[in-house]
């Protein structure tokens, strides 16, 4: 009887120590399992950014003004659809006829209201996320210059070429339309006759 008595203590110390252990390592593997998962830096690369940014520059010069969208340069055949998302992605993802746009918007971001003679600093093209482990955003500015800039710079560069814009569409919403001066058709005079002149 003492022999048991003894054996079912070990067994409950035992347990009890394996129990201590174990609880530590299923926390952990609970934690790893139920972690929110990173949300996925999806950024075309500096080569992508480019394509983009030559095709813009070639659609200028053939039509002396840049595309209304990075769709159109699509439907020239200056760019494929994969060059407007990250190369990260599963699947690119699927275009809409009905609405001609994507399901999703592309991993670029294009301001298409800049114009050639806009101050060179202001942004064109950027990318949403850091294409690299980093935090450097690529940026292709109005003159076709490609730089990497930290996301604080970035915003600040994106907020002028927001007020660029708004100033502009502010200038032609608010310039007064020009009246056309009113004609006026002189008056026929008719000759009057006299009883005199008859005579």
Known sequence: MREFTKSFIWAVLLGFVI?????PIIKSCYEYITRPK????YAVSYAQIKKIADAIAKYEQSDNRRPD??????TRGLISPDDLFS???RRRPA???TTGRFETNPDVLYFPGLRKEDPARLVLLCTIMPPGEGNSLLVVYNDYHIEELPPKKLR?????????LTKRLRTITTKPATAKPATTKPATTASI????QKR
Do not use: E
Not at 38 to 41: A, D, E, G, H, S
């Open 19 to 23: 129990t201590l252990v174990c609880i």
């Open 38 to 41: 990173p949300f996925p830096r």
């Open 69 to 74: 969208s990075l769709m159109t340069l699509v």
């Open 87 to 89: 190369q990260r992605r």
């Open 95 to 97: 275009f809409d006829i």
């Open 156 to 164: 600040q560069a994106i907020q002028q070429t927001y007020y660029q």
């Open 193 to 196: 006759t006299t009883g005199a």
